[in-house]
């Protein structure tokens, strides 16, 4: 108690001291949204310091004074001034020349005494107007420079709405007027907020100090909850708790983890404001997004914690602008930068950032850090938020985590509400380490330009215990060198080992010694080191255009009406920008490709898509008549606009894209949005917004900077680095305890792989029902509790016996949705001691079923416990363990055919979780998202903000009880993890399943859960390509019964079947296939797709010979294998 005392006594103090040392306004608002008009009240307390100042003050034109503290007046002393920006986020230098300031001087009366308060009253309109902002990073927002409507208001110390006096910080207290039904949201703590019959009373005060006072206001619905000793609220222009629900727990997941990591939340409160414009700010202790911002899923985990995170760098470690701006490089490393290196995707980040730097910064629009103020477009994004980004990862490398994170700590600690500058971090980092970095500073601050880095010679001598690796290293840019540390990884036979080395020369020799012979070196694989990237380390890209000085655009000559006015439109848009040499030409007017400049190629019919074709020939893609294979995606042309980037055919360090449209419509949001994917190597968008469906990169050639030794392969044993640990995490939402727990349940030895009718299947069953009462789900049967039970056959000899599925629901809470449902199923049964699947060999043996498919009744029931603890849903989630997948989904098959209380003419959707435990590092995998148009948006949405990578599979697949749900017209995906050579066998064990995984697969399901309780609109239904009834049991009658060794790719969309894998041994594998091989004729007959593939094996027994074709690297090859029994 006395701790808690002393803490708040000693910050009481701290106030006390700061209104000492700051003007404070004390200001007294209201707001007439019908006139555009404020009045306002405010009395201002100056500090000692300023009493006997000259008193001078700027304030908006639109603003009169109507009254002055008795004895003093305001005199005009200059009007129109252009205004000048303020605050951290500068921006937005445009906006604020629309805004005009008059200059007023407090003249005395009488003999001047020192003033210590001055009262100011003022009225007027502000209603500047919202515009597109032109910015090439702003990505679609809108800005005013100050508006009151009767859509909302927008006040920001830019708009000058108080008189500003050239102070450095303030403090304030306002009390806020506002129509009834509005509510006003500014800096620190509300402490009034009360209502009459016309009018709202909102009062804030802010006893830290703050370079500006914000004012919004509008008809909010507010939301609210606590993080430890933080409010966290949430103002939403509609009623909607499911959105606020998810802010709201997002915002305490990061306040802890930064709390942990830097130190306490600087304010007593954080605030999701949504805003009536589109914008994208983050102001002290709240931020402000626009309607359509707020609900991009993927806002939760980038652009939301980097606001958040500012209040930490920025909104109270404030800028000193005159020694450049160190917030936004260190507020994108701990944020932008810091999830995705959580997700694994850190190197990749990395090597994206610099990639922006080589393809946008030059010598013409290069400049230091130390005049890093704000970004203004892509070159200065790419040095003040890329270079400064990589600033602080070589910092945490070479002084290490932990004094790096004593560094952020104390640095945060002593500068809280101080101007801040690189040179006081530094300082702190300095006594954090015990290392000098000025040497490091400055070169990284002062100076331009980035090392760029030649791996000249690489050469291994053996001595008598030992190996001796000697690499020589040039830096080959034109500027003078850099003093650098390179991280160096080599490769040997049992492990990888990571070195550094520091370089200071142009050209440097270094000798490695080693224990074990060194079989590959690579310099500087994990993209730690602020350089130029070579031209092989990156695949080609768009910014390689939009970053070119110089660039060509083809425009076809033959072209549909809606075409010539679409390419003309946005080649002309793209041409107008003078900073750079963009010229247009037709086809037909050029021979040859110019090899000094980056080539756009408008249209499919442009007589130059044959480079396209051509480049692309290296890559997993082709452009066919009326499709386009992006990878594992197939595109109509016609319904979609594609933009694919090659490597330029005359010149390795150029790009060369070809651009089609489908819609005239589109041009405008297609020349708007695509400077904002200039990573990516290929991308697709369909409808007139229009909407990205696919975007991806090409592999990159091979870097230069890695030289291979030695054609020894690696052992077996093999144990590569692990990955570099996140500085931080967030606490985790899904428990990987649990979900062993589950699977370690069910694929006990006891339950004798939960065959069906067995006893084994019996306790499985009834461990779920007792885990459905237990987290609160209700039974869906009144008689029967949590069972659907029913009489059927349980073996291959016919006999009968009881089946039973398990189902429990969290009920929705809209009346309007009362029948509609969402289901979340998994097959609890698998094969016992081998019915009705069983492998030769395998007969009588347990089959513990550990991925197929504890693993995915254990994610159901994960979801199901953190589910049922949420908001209600709008619309019922029924949750299913099905039995008999095994043997004819006659489980679920059951389940359609009898529901009464949510029929299945009103499922919105279902998931179904089946193989989902041995994820690792792949992509998960989506099947039968074509039953739903929607459903590659809603993966592609929970993949962003899960950072779940996944693979929307589209072939016609029937293979488990989703197919019940899309053959009964209903839209239905299976969330899998990949075949493997363990499936249907004695082997797939609990040992081989992926705890971390099984936490990504459940966050990926989660949000599309989620997304379809809420949605208002139903699903379009598209059939998912299956049609022809499902067998009623697997038996032996028309089941497959050979095997060649191939295990499918099932992302693989094009014709034919991908081999992914090959069992050792195999028919395939003596027959000579490959991974990578693509199966295209079986005895001549064409090999449409996988089921096709698996159909016509049906036909043939075991030890008959087949002939195979098949395509590799584009050439067609025939090969015979002899078919062996499953």
Not at 577 to 594: C, L, N, V, W
Not at 612 to 635: C, F, H, P, W, Y
Request: net charge negative; proline share 4%; hydrophobic share 40%.
């Amino acid at each position: 108690m006395f701790k808690n005392i002393s803490f708040f006594v000693l910050l009481a103090f701290c106030f006390l001291q700061a209104a000492d040392k700051y003007i404070q306004h004390d200001l007294k608002v209201s707001l007439y949204p019908d006139k555009n008009s404020i009045e306002v009240t405010d009395r201002i307390t100056f500090p000692d310091a300023e009493r006997n100042k000259e008193f001078i003050f700027i304030i908006h034109q639109g603003l009169k004074i109507e009254a002055v503290t008795n004895g003093l007046k305001a005199e005009k002393i200059a009007s129109g001034l252009a205004a000048k920006d303020m605050g951290m986020d500068r921006e937005d230098a445009e906006r604020v020349l629309e805004l005009l300031v008059d200059k007023y001087k407090i003249v005395f009366s009488e003999d001047k005494e020192p003033l210590s308060q001055l009262e100011i009253k003022y009225s007027g309109i502000i209603h500047h107007p919202v515009r597109q902002s032109s910015q090439e990073y702003a990505r679609g927002f809108s800005e005013s420079a100050g508006i009151i409507d009767t859509q909302g208001v927008y006040l920001a110390g830019s708009s000058y709405w108080i008189p500003y006096f050239n102070e450095e910080l303030i403090t304030f207290n306002m009390e806020v007027t506002v129509p009834q039904g509005w509510s006003a949201v500014s800096q620190g703590k509300r402490t009034k907020h009360d209502k009459s019959d016309s009018l709202s009373f909102v009062r804030w005060e802010s006893p830290e100090p703050m370079e500006e006072v914000f004012l919004i206001a509008g008809p909010f619905f507010e939301f609210a909850s606590s993080a430890g000793a933080v409010n966290v609220m949430a103002f939403l222009r509609s009623d909607d708790p499911d959105l606020a629900n998810k802010y709201l727990e997002t915002t305490a997941q990061y306040l802890e983890m930064y709390r942990q990591l830097i130190g306490p939340f600087p304010f007593s409160k954080f605030a999701l404001v949504e805003n009536f414009l589109e914008t994208g700010y983050g102001m002290p202790s709240f931020t402000l997004l626009g309607p359509q911002v707020i609900r991009f899923p993927f806002i939760l985990h980038s652009s939301y914690p980097h606001e958040l995170l500012h209040n930490w760098w920025g909104n109270s470690g404030f800028v000193n602008f005159s020694g450049g701006n160190w917030c936004e490089g260190i507020t994108v490393y701990l944020a932008d930068h810091l999830i995705k290196e959580q997700r694994g995707q850190g190197a990749e980040y990395r090597r994206s950032a610099l990639q922006r730097f080589t393809d946008y910064v030059n010598k013409t629009n290069d400049f230091p850090l130390t005049h890093f103020n704000s970004r203004y477009d892509a070159a200065s994004e790419a040095v003040g938020y890329g270079k400064g980004m990589m600033l602080w990862e070589m910092l945490r490398n070479k002084i290490g985590d932990e004094a790096f994170k004593k560094t952020m700590r104390s640095f945060y600690r002593g500068y809280k509400f101080k101007r801040v500058s690189f040179d006081d971090i530094r300082l702190e980092a300095e006594k954090a380490s015990g290392v000098s970095l000025n040497t490091f500073f400055d070169q990284w601050l002062a100076r331009t330009g980035a090392p760029e880095l030649e791996l000249k010679d690489a050469q291994v001598k053996r001595n008598d215990k030992n190996h001796e690796l000697r690499i020589t290293i040039n830096q080959i840019q034109q500027e003078d060198v850099f003093n650098i540390n390179i991280p160096i990884r080599i490769t040997c036979k049992h492990k990888e080992t990571a070195h550094s080395v520091f370089m200071e020369k142009r050209e440097q020799t270094f000798v490695i010694p080693m224990e074990n012979e060194p079989l590959k070196v690579s310099i500087d694989p994990g993209f730690n080191l602020f350089r130029k990237l070579n031209y092989n380390e990156i695949p080609p890209a768009l910014s390689m255009l939009f970053g070119a000085k110089k660039v060509l655009i083809i425009l076809p000559s033959a072209m549909e009406p809606f075409e010539a006015e679409g390419y003309k439109t946005l080649a002309e848009k793209w041409a107008s920008d003078k900073s750079r040499d963009i010229r247009i030409i037709k086809d037909s007017a050029i021979e040859t490709f110019p090899a000094d400049r980056a080539v756009w190629i408008f249209g499919a019919n442009n007589r130059f898509i044959r480079v396209i074709s051509e480049g692309l020939k290296t890559q997993n893609a082709e452009l066919g008549r009326d499709e386009i294979r992006l990878e594992n995606m197939v595109l109509n042309r016609k319904h979609n606009s594609f933009i694919i980037a090659v490597r330029h055919p005359e010149n390795v360090k150029m790009a060369a894209a070809l651009l089609t449209i489908h819609d005239e419509a589109a041009v405008d949001g297609l020349a708007r949005k695509l400077p904002h994917y200039g990573k990516y190597s290929y991308l697709a968008f369909e409808g007139e917004e229009p909407v990205n469906v696919a975007k991806g990169q090409w592999t990159a050639a091979g870097s230069l900077l890695v030289r291979l030794l030695s054609d020894n392969p690696v052992g077996a044993d093999f144990k590569p680095l692990p990955e570099r640990q996140a500085l931080a995490g967030l606490a985790p939402v899904f428990s990987e305890q649990r979900m062993m727990d589950h699977v370690r349940f069910l694929a006990d030895s006891s339950l004798e792989g939960r065959g069906v009718g067995t006893k084994g299947a019996e306790k499985a069953a009834e461990y779920i029902a007792g885990y459905f009462k237990k987290t609160g789900l209700q039974p869906i049967e009144e008689n029967n509790g949590y069972f659907q039970i029913w009489e059927d056959v349980i073996d291959g000899q016919g006999n009968k016996g009881e089946l039973k599925n398990v189902i429990g629901i969290i009920p929705g809470k809209k009346e309007i949705y009362a029948e509609q449902s969402v289901v979340v199923c998994a097959h609890y049964d698998h094969l016992g001691k081998g019915w009705p699947d069983v492998r030769k060999g395998n007969e009588g043996k347990i089959h513990p079923g550990a991925d197929d498919n504890a693993s995915g009744v254990a994610v159901m029931l994960e979801l199901a416990e953190l589910l049922s603890g949420d908001v209600r849903p709008d619309r019922t989630i029924v949750f299913i363990a099905f039995t008999a997948e095994e043997s004819g989904l006659r489980g679920s098959k059951r389940y359609l055919q009898y529901t009464k209380e949510f029929p299945k003419e009103k499922i919105m959707g279902a998931i179904n979780l089946d193989t989902v435990g041995r994820l690792f590092n792949k992509k998960a995998l989506a099947l039968n998202t074509d039953s739903a148009r929607e459903w590659k948006f809603i993966f592609m949405g929970a993949s962003y903000v899960t950072g779940v990578e996944t693979e929307m599979v589209t072939q016609e697949l029937d293979a488990s009880d989703q197919t019940s749900f899309i053959k009964a017209g209903i839209p239905a995906v299976q969330i899998f993890s990949g075949p493997h050579a363990d499936y249907h066998r004695p082997s797939d064990t609990i040992d081989k399943i992926d705890p971390s995984g099984l936490v990504k697969i459940a966050a990926l399901t989660r949000e599309a859960v989620i997304h379809l309780a809420e949605r208002e609109n139903p699903l379009t239904f598209e059939g998912g390509g299956i049609t022809a009834g499902h067998p009623d049991m697997k038996t032996d009658n028309g089941s497959r019964k050979v095997s060649t060794g191939i295990m499918p790719d099932f992302a693989y969309s094009g014709e034919g079947v991908r081999i992914q894998s090959i069992a050792s041994g195999s028919p395939a594998e003596k027959a000579g296939l490959r991974a990578g091989d693509v199966i295209i004729k079986v005895n001549s007959e064409i090999v449409g797709n996988l089921k096709a593939y698996a159909d016509q094996l049906k036909k043939y027994k075991p030890g008959d010979e087949i002939e195979i074709g098949y395509l590799r690297e584009n050439m067609e090859y025939q090969t015979k294998l002899v078919l062996q029994e499953r």
